[in-house]
């Protein structure tokens, strides 16, 4: 089943987590403020002709935290991000479904109405991990780095199940706008160039009489892709203000968008908007 799943990836992702943060533990950091924790608002709209012919949009609670260790040269961070909201078609709404039962020996028929999307009906999750390196810039800080991000996103289109699972390399570029005693503005820019992909499959079923889902989906629905099938833009800014006790409150704004054409005339589209507010301590 799909949901078992869903639980290997993200019990992988956990994993991966839990064994690069106790290695920050080791190493020292210039920063006073390493820990952060981010709360918010996120708009995501997805269009995925492999699974239905609409746009559905989702407007999710979401929270991010992370860990980031800076020293002269070079910045490195570790995040997990996660939402989860309800998933409407735009142009229908809100829907529901009346499932009839078999005729009974009177010719009778029982029915049950429901919600074909539930209040919870999409939840995504990100962990990922970037190391920079600073140019030799006169005027403002400049870095270039990398990116290794594992997106998951599961959700229901109508009366089926839709998921998809993003595991990129992605460079990236990272710039210093303002430098103040008290605040700072920093924005940051990337987009993959290699990509291990796990999309739906179209008969939206994927299990084989001799395998597991979690074998049937890679197998059915899993292909590598680069820059000419699947494309992505990641772009964050963020504000932030220091405190007088030392730690910093700021505000952050992130815009994603990605197109996935491995199969014709059936491209996978989605974006997303998110506003967060962020503690560093």
Known sequence: MEYFHMKKIILTNLILFVSILSYCQTNSSIDSNPWRIEAGYQNFR??????????????????SFGYQKKKEKNIWNIGLDASAGSMQSKRFGRRE?????????????????????????????????????????QKRKMHVGGILQDNFYYGALGADVWFFNQLSIMPAYRVEILNTSKSAVNAAFSTPIFSYLIRQPYSLDP???????????????????????????????????????????????????????????????????????????
């Open 46 to 63: 997805l269009f995925d002709k492999n699974v239905s012919p609409l746009i559905y949009v989702s407007n999710n609670g979401m929270i």
């Open 97 to 137: 479904a009346i499932a009839y039962d078999p005729y009974d020996l009177d010719g009778n028929k029982d029915s049950t109405v429901y919600d074909i999307n539930p209040g919870l009906s999409f939840i995504s999750a990100s962990l990922y991990y970037s190391y920079y390196w600073q140019l030799n810039t």
């Open 207 to 281: 299990s084989l009489p001799e395998n597991s889902y979690f074998k049937a989906n890679l197998k059915t629905g899993s292909s590598i892709a680069t820059i000419n099938t699947f494309q992505q833009i990641n772009f964050k800014v963020k504000y932030a203000y220091t405190l007088s006790t030392g730690n910093k409150i700021g505000l952050s704004y992130t815009f994603m968008w990605m197109n996935y054409a491995n199969i014709q005339d059936r491209n996978l589209r989605a974006y997303a908007n998110s506003i967060l507010i962020s503690y560093n301590f």
